[in-house]
């Protein structure tokens, strides 16, 4: 059984002036009036707005503070066997009836709980004893609440209301904040085919982006950090369900499709607009077309979340030694790996294809010269001389951005195009897990070089380079 439950919230946004209303994709305006109605009533159904949310159970998100089933349950005490894990419940928790005999019936109020026992003391005696087994939803939708009132206080000015990058900070920052709206996050531990996992999108939040705008927020507590987490996904699953419908739509019921259709006389617009609404009242068209696209979303971000996604390398890291960091340079420098196209030669982020005419997803031409990523800001491949990696400096976190790439950048994932996987004695394979550990380590030792590569100085040995790694902190664990 599926349940939407509408989060009713003020107001968030200190002084705002009028309503919260969620933006468009620029995509928007290509659609005719009717199909950009038809996509407005999807959204408004499934999402809400953003002071009046709708908490779709189908989208696989931790919305709720708990669920579970009745063990026993009479005048003021309630019994309940709750799912783990689940977070705190707070007194004035709301206790959700969501079938046996209490279905339909309204909510019930946590005065007080036991979480030893899990025994709930309600504010008012129940009207009649709940069967033993009875599903039930202790604050329904409250994560996501709690997580829209923080997104709120510390993300929207960034980020915006929607999510889409463009909040009224936006404008004055480069690189500019993340656009959640295709489901697209750049610094994962997942593997390159997968969504972000939760705690790729929490590592952002609690330690921030190394060389960006934004910040740290350690300070928050786990509940807290969760919360945005959570909240975060959603704006996300929701763009991505307007950016998939958008491509649906236009189809056949843009603006410019219509013209096309009615120009030799053989269609009208009223008949294409006819057959448009025919469509969104077939169950087997428009509507089953939506249900399919948050299918896949929906397992896409699941999926992403399970152990099987993540990138485990298959070796130990290989130690940090004068023999590693040369290995790792040879391969850098390697034609067939083309790290210095973009990295450069000597790594200062200055290779060829910052020249270049780069190609965008549809293959047209990108406006200027040099490398671009999926929302279409120019990009610069990092100067590995600074030693700051925004996706983190452990070993694990550059294995991952050599391993699944930088998701909707240029920099490419060396697992789906290099690696050798089925048959490590593979000779024909370009690379061994043992050799992205190579490149790690010299990756680690070139803010530490003491002459620039590809210069007819004397090669000296890079420091610092010891094999002790409690004495070189770059090869620490």
């Known amino acids: 059984m599926r349940t939407i439950c509408t989060l009713l919230l003020i107001c968030l946004t200190s002084g705002c002036g009028g309503k919260l209303e969620f933006s468009n994709r620029e995509e928007y305006k290509t659609l005719s009036p009717y199909a950009q109605d038809y996509l407005d009533k999807v959204l408004l159904t499934y999402f809400g707005e953003p002071t009046e949310m709708v908490a779709w159970d189908k989208l696989p998100l931790n919305m709720h503070y708990a669920q579970g089933t009745v063990q026993d349950g009479s005048g003021r005490q309630l019994s309940l066997e709750l799912s783990e894990p689940h977070t705190a419940i707070p007194e004035g928790t709301e206790v959700l009836w969501m079938g046996g005999n209490l279905a339909g019936q309204p909510s019930s109020w946590i005065k007080t709980w036991n979480e030893e026992k899990h025994l709930a003391t309600l504010e008012m005696p129940l009207a009649s004893n709940p069967d033993e087994g009875t599903p039930v939803i202790l604050g329904p939708g409250e994560i996501l609440a709690d997580g829209r009132m923080l997104y709120a206080e510390h993300c929207q000015h960034c980020h915006g209301v929607t999510g889409d990058g463009m909040g009224p900070t936006a404008p004055y920052l480069n690189p500019k904040p993340r656009d959640y709206r295709r489901g697209i996050f750049k610094f994962t531990t997942t593997q390159s085919s997968k969504k972000a996992s939760r705690h790729d999108l929490k590592n952002v939040i609690e330690n921030g982006v190394p060389g960006t705008y934004m910040p740290s927020f350690k300070l928050l507590t786990e509940e807290e950090s969760t919360a945005i987490t959570e909240y975060v996904m959603w704006l996300a699953m929701r763009g991505e369900v307007e950016y998939q419908l958008i491509r649906l ?217 010891s094999d002790d790694p409690t004495e070189n902190e770059v090869a620490a664990k």
């Open 249 to 465: 739509l236009g189809d056949g019921y843009s603006l410019e499709a219509i013209a096309d259709r009615t120009e030799d006389g053989s269609e009208t617009a009223t008949e294409i607009q006819n057959e448009f609404l025919e469509s969104v009242n077939d169950p087997d068209s428009f509507p089953a077309e939506v249900d399919s696209i948050v299918s896949r979303l929906a397992n896409d971000w699941e999926s992403s979340q399970e152990e099987a996604s993540e990138v485990r390398p298959l070796t130990p890291r290989v130690p940090y030694s004068k023999e590693s960091i040369a290995k790792g340079r040879a391969l850098y420098l390697k034609d067939s790996l083309k790290c210095a196209q973009c990295h450069g030669e000597a790594g200062f982020g200055d290779g060829s294809q910052t020249l270049a005419v780069s190609k965008d997803e549809a293959g047209q031409d990108n406006v200027g010269l040099g490398l671009y990523d999926t929302w279409g800001n120019h990009v610069k491949p990092r100067n590995l001389h600074t030693g700051i990696y925004r996706g983190g400096r452990r070993p694990i976190d550059l294995y991952s951005r050599l391993y699944a790439g930088i998701k909707g950048t240029p920099m490419p994932a060396f697992s789906t195009t290099l690696l050798r996987r089925s048959n490590p004695e593979d000779p024909n394979s370009e690379m061994t897990d043992e050799d992205i550990w190579h490149l790690v380590n010299y990756i680690y030792s070139v803010p530490f070089e003491d002459v620039q590569a590809g210069s007819e100085s004397q090669a000296v040995d890079p420091a610092p380079a």
